[in-house]
């Protein structure tokens, strides 16, 4: 019997076992590879193995997740960093376990080698352990947290749960602690000095943390809101990345995880929560991150809990530094390395002495009785500002300073969710309530008394602009306002229709009353957050957005000039003011825009509809693209019921894709781009079976024409015979290249630009009639239909959306699609 044979056999096992979820143990010699079937405890509770990261499919955690529970969660993690595919898992024979990556290099392993480990187990309990010949346990993940704690276990002295920054641990004494950076600690649970030993936190099956010595005595415990709720079945400790330590419990009805306890009640007095020199405020319900003055930008607008720097540095300008003031803000400063001077000072003197001092960045007056004075002199600093907070703060700069008033949108009124009592504070410091009314006064009296508009929303851009990241939410009452209760519609598309609106610091904007989303609160805020994050000088900017009860509104910028259809369909006169410049050049801004929703932001965005009406022009008639990222708020329950009949974009755009319900990916939207350039060389909408096209699909017959050399029958007659026939029929190569049926063979975007401006040969492109649907549609349906639950983000149709049906995939493609809906 050859090695093959047996390791077959051992195949064979595990296959069967593995696919019934029944624990088999592990034996040394086992390997896991990340398309392999995870190690599952005995009733599936919990798996080992390789996990698909949320942000990408090719990369992967090792780690326990929980069974029974549709949204990912990892109790447990191997290694800070994920693996590619490539990577495997080895329990080598030696004992050791160890996790090689693709390029074979150790990325972590238990540390077991020769202790006589003889076999690997997937607890129930979520516990993996390594054991030896008589059972004992020789390495357990219990033992080795990372971020979270399971019912079961115990979470002792010298252990540490590990998040970013952030960690827990259990002093010794008892006074158990969150830190930021091992330094800097912002909450702890002040147990006075406990001598009996094992002492350690654990959580109960009814989500009771305890903090108690081996005896069972318990010195600090805290409970779960949903303690009594016997329906939970599922509960889990973790330190978030946040820097919050939450005790979380399954929620079988709703299908989500639900905070039951909190370490800090207040997000924002998490230290470091918003980076160096970043301010935490609460818009609404959640904690967000400012800069303290205009004299600041973040470091990284996509990412603003990274902090923010100064314009300036101040050690650069010695002799010309402003203390700004942050009223309603507090730099916050926690022991034991308080990394501030201490004095009683009033504020002037306060501030003042920062001035002077050259180590001090920034000062903060305590309001507490105390009249502390704190000097901010170390390299960083924390910010927290609510209309809650007394006290007033300032930071150096370099030249006059420009104060920003954080607080000043309505929304923004919006108070720290947590029920910390100030009102007995506030009655003893009538006399600092006044100094700061006074101060108020005074700033506004300088600044703003010839605003006569001063009312809050004046200073929403103000706020946009360096907060950039964050769009401004407005009330529903206040665009009511603007768009003098939606009277002046300017347009309607797929999602809504659209309101010219002038906002009171006379800002004109588009605002867009989205109908058919039925998604909560949380993720329309999301989506609205990742929208709002992507800059770029070809998409529509999106300036704020209001959610209130069922009212989902976005506002954006507003182009004079309106969208590309107007002009290219409208009249013989607008046409003519689209001359072949300008449409080339709206060619390569439209190309740019989707480029960068494609491949250069962060979470790569697929557009799903674009089309003329789609590219909206400025008064330069530059292009910018609009109505992106909006595909995703359309609720879709589940991914796979999307059905054939159910497909939302527009006629005539639609790559073949969507109709043989495959994955739909980047190259859906450059097939609809490819028809958009037809369209801007031609003039004519590409599904017109006009007299012309003799009663085809104009895309089929421009391709003939194009073949037989007939390029001028093809183009639009509003250009006069003025166009660079060089760059014409570039752009018919590339935009024939573009609706290939194949996906496979349309270029990404990226690529499509450099074939624009000349500087990528664009090649003869294939006939791109729909010879290669077919063969594509013949896959597997189940293999296809789980496909589209991974890569689909386009949703299937709102109400207001064409449904779409195939009746044959024979033949003249989009011509044999019946739109139910005209
Ligand atoms: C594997 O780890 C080594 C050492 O840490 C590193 O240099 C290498 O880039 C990693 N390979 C991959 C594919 O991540
Ligand atoms: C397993 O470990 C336990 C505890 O360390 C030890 O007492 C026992 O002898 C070990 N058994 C074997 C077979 O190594
Ligand atoms: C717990 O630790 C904090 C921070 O070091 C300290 O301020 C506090 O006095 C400690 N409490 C006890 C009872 O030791």
Known sequence: ?????????????????????????????????????????ASGNFSMGFHSTANNDNEYVVGVSFGHIKELTLAWTMGALPVIDGAQLRFQSDGDLVLFNATNNVVWKSNTSNRGVTSAEMRDD??????????????????????????????????????????????????????????????????????????????????????????????????????????????????????????????????TWEVGWSAVEDQCRVYGLCGDNGICIYYDTGSHCVCPSLDFVAVDPKNTRLGCRRLQDIASCPNNQTMVPVNHNEFLSYPPELKSVKYTLGMTDCWQNCLRDTSCTASTVLVDGSGTC???????????????????????????????????????????????????????????????????????????????????????????EYASGAPVQFSYKGLQQSTKNFRDKVGSGGFGTVYRGVLPNKTIVAVKKLEGIEQGEKQFRMEVATIGSTHHLNLVRLIGFCSERRHR??????????????????????????????????????????????????????????????????????????????????????????????????????????????????????????????????GKRNFDISATSGGRKFSTW??????????????????????????????????????????????????????????????????????????????????????????????PSSSSSKHVMVTSNSEQNMSEIIFSGS
């Not at 300032?394 to 009102?423: D, E, F, N, T, W």
């Open 126 to 255: 979520g516990n993996f352990v390594l054991k030896n010949g008589s059972s004992a346990v020789v390495w357990e993940t219990f033992e080795n947290p990372t971020d979270t704690l399971l019912v079961g276990q115990k979470f002792s002295e010298g252990k540490h749960l590990i998040a970013a920054l952030y960690s827990l641990s259990v002093e010794s004494g008892g006074n158990m602690s969150l830190k930021w950076r091992n330094r800097i600690i912002y909450w702890n649970t002040s147990v006075s000095s406990v001598s009996s030993g094992g002492l350690g936190l654990s959580l109960s099956s009814r989500g009771i943390l305890s903090l108690a010595n081996s005896t069972g005595f318990g010195y600090w415990t805290a409970r779960s809101s949903d303690y009594t709720d016997i329906k939970i079945t599922v509960r889990r400790v973790t330190l978030d990345s946040d820097g919050n330590l939450r005790a979380y419990g399954w929620h079988e009805d709703s299908q």
């Open 374 to 464: 704190l000097l901010i002199t170390s390299n960083f600093t924390s910010g927290y500002s609510s209309l809650d907070i007394l006290s007033n703060s300032y930071v150096k700069v370099c030249g006059p300073g420009h104060p920003a008033s954080l607080l000043s949108i309505p929304s923004m009124k919006a108070q720290r969710p947590s029920k910390v009592s100030v009102v007995g504070i506030v009655v003893a410091f009538v006399g600092a309530v006044i100094a700061v009314v006074v101060f108020e006064a005074g700033v506004w009296w300088i600044c703003c008394r010839n605003n006569p508009k001063f009312a809050g929303l004046s200073t929403q851009y103000t706020l946009l």
């Open 702 to 795: 421009a391709f003939e024409q194009f073949e037989s050399g007939n390029v001028l029958s093809i183009v639009d007659g509003n250009l006069n015979g003025k166009f660079d026939m060089d760059q014409v029929i570039r752009v018919f190569q590339i935009s024939f290249w573009c609706i290939q049926a194949q996906s496979s063979l349309r270029p990404p975007m990226s690529k499509i630009i450099q074939m624009l401006e000349g500087n990528l040969p664009t090649g003869k492109p294939p006939d791109p009639k729909f010879f290669g649907f077919q063969s594509e549609s013949s896959i597997n349906v189940s293999d296809t239909t789980m496909s589209v639950a991974t890569t689909s983000t386009c949703p």
């Open 1 to 41: 019997m050859g090695f093959h044979f047996w390791a077959m056999v051992l195949l064979y096992f595990f296959l069967v076992f593995a696919s019934v979820a029944f624990a088999e143990e592990i034996k040394p010699g086992s390997i896991l590879r990340p398309t392999d079937e995870l190690w599952p405890s």
């Open 553 to 682: 509104l976005l506002v954006y910028e507003f182009l004079k000039n309106t969208s590309l259809d107007n002009f290219l369909f409208g009249s013989t006169e607008q046409s003519r003011k689209l001359d072949w410049k300008t449409r080339f050049h709206i060619a390569l801004g439209t190309a740019r825009g989707i480029t960068y929703l494609h491949e250069e932001c962060r979470d790569s965005i697929i557009h799903c509809d674009i089309k003329p009406e789609n590219i909206l022009l400025d008064e330069n008639f530059m292009a910018k693209v609009s109505d992106f990222g909006l595909a995703k708020l359309i609720n879709v329950k589940n991914h796979r019921d999307r059905t054939l009949s159910l497909v939302r974009g527009t006629r005539g755009y639609l790559a073949p894709e969507w109709l043989a319900n495959l994955p739909i990916t980047s190259k859906s939207d450059v097939f609809s781009y490819g028809m958009v350039l037809l369209e801007l060389v031609s």
